[in-house]
């Protein structure tokens, strides 16, 4: 007769096993659902500044072309050790801190910031040196809280109808691709910013 304790604490492992795999599947789906949009079909080179563990690099992987490559760049050594791109797209990391350091990267196709922007105090030097990074066409992708008010893990917030303002000083136009629910603060969105 099988001990019903180790058939109870075996049962309890699995279920937090597929309960952990759907957590990270839904979180995937909904990061692709706030990057979705006309991406190019030809190759492009992204880079992912502020990527932490990586999820919205591999939600942008989903959605390049093959052979595509993917810069993913964050101070933080150990979370970049999770970072993975599904198998067709080129990943480089890189160690950088990306409000005090220069940034590497020239000729880009697009940036991801995903909740990243927040922790940039004067956002205007900041994306100065960002500009400088992308091509002629080159786009920024940018997801947020929406709201204006800072906390602890969100020291320099900026709302989406504030972000559109910042960028139009810059001749650039800001749109809305989505918004959803955050399990964190509030409501998160996505913007995609390009030149006017």
Not at 97 to 107: G, Q, R
Not at 113 to 125: G, I, P, S, T, Y
Not at 153 to 159: A, D, G, L
Request: with cysteine; proline share 3%; charged share 20%.
């Amino acid at each position: 007769m099988r001990n019903p304790v180790v058939n109870l604490t075996t049962g309890l492992k699995n279920f937090r096993t597929e309960f952990h795999r759907s957590i990270i599947i839904m979180l995937l789906s909904e990061a692709v659902l706030l990057l979705n949009h006309n991406i190019s079909k030809e190759k492009s080179t992204w880079a992912d500044i502020g990527c932490g563990d990586g999820l919205f690099t591999n939600a942008l992987s989903q959605l390049l072309p093959a052979q595509s490559l993917i810069y993913a760049a964050d101070k933080n050594k150990r979370s970049l050790n999770n970072v993975t791109v599904k198998e067709e797209i080129q990943l480089e990391k890189m160690v950088l801190n990306f409000v005090s350091e220069a940034l590497p990267f020239t000729n880009l196709s697009g940036i991801l910031m995903a909740n990243a922007f927040h922790f940039v105090k004067d956002k205007h030097v900041f994306i100065n040196k960002a500009f400088k990074c992308l091509q002629a066409d080159g786009y920024f992708i940018i997801i947020e809280y929406n709201t204006d008010k800072s906390n602890l893990w969100v020291p320099y917030p900026i709302s989406f109808n504030n972000l559109k303002n910042f960028f139009s000083a810059f001749d650039y136009n800001a749109e809305k691709l989505q918004e959803m629910p955050s399990r964190y603060h509030g409501k998160i969105y996505s913007a995609i910013i390009k030149h006017r």
